[in-house]
T-cell receptor, first 118, second 109 residues
């Protein structure tokens, strides 16, 4: 089945530094990937839609200069948290559709990346 | 606007008891409804979707457009069903899903 890989699974960084999270579709091409953020014991909040070869579409309230998204190839999207602060500490999850064109809207999720900003 | 409501944060049932996880949605178009499950220390994964009309791990869910609901049911809960369950709403095309806040199911032996 379709697999989405995220790396790193855990990262700890100092306040003010930048952190990059990679999301790869391992056995399929994904023109679109979605980035979610999950707070403890809360639901997934859609941050942005990553589009291959074009700018990402950010949800209201998500700072695009803070959360840089790059989707340079059909199998890789990256999320860079710039100038990280402790309030950015969270669980970031990416997802992609593996069956574009079939009409289905099933998402395959990565395992998530836990960011801790000290 | 699209919205998914899961009224229960936590649902505890005894093993062998019936389970119903509630999900209501708000959407003016033709919806696609999904249930995703997240077991402890595992990634989110698709459990079932309404267009498939299938039963997965004993779970079923029927889309009721009149009541705008997509409740998840299982006649006899098992301990391994303990997990976080998310109801999600989408539409046709390459659009993101909208998730409910999730319900944590705890099956007690």
């Amino acid at each position: 089945g379709a697999v989405v890989s995220q790396h790193p699974s855990r990262v700890i960084c100092k306040s003010g530094t930048s952190v990059k999270i990679e999301c790869r579709s391992l056995d399929f091409q994904a023109t679109t990937m979605f980035w979610y953020r999950q707070f403890p014991k809360q639901s997934l909040m859609l941050m942005a839609t990553s589009n291959e070869g074009s700018k990402a579409t950010y949800e209201q309230g998500v700072e695009k200069d803070k959360f840089l998204i790059n989707h340079a190839s059909l199998t890789l999207s990256t999320l860079t948290v710039t100038s990280a602060h402790p309030e950015d500490s969270s669980f970031y999850i990416c997802s992609a559709r593996a069956d574009v064109g079939t009409g289905a809207n099933v998402l395959t999720f990565g395992a998530g990346s836990r960011l801790t900003v000290l | 606007a699209q919205r998914v409501t899961q009224p229960e944060k936590l649902l505890s049932v005894f093993k062998g008891a019936p389970v119903e996880l509630k999900c209501n949605y708000s959407y003016s178009g033709s919806p696609e409804l999904f249930w995703y499950v997240q077991y402890s220390r595992q990634r989110l994964q698709l459990l079932l979707r309404h267009i498939s009309r299938e039963s997965i791990k004993g779970f079923t869910a029927d889309l009721n457009k009149g009541e705008t609901s997509f409740h998840l049911k299982k006649p006899f809960a098992q301990e391994e069903d303990s997990a976080m369950y998310y109801c999600a709403l989408g539409n046709s095309g390459n659009t993101p899903l909208v998730f409910g806040k999730g319900t944590r199911l705890s099956v007690i032996a």
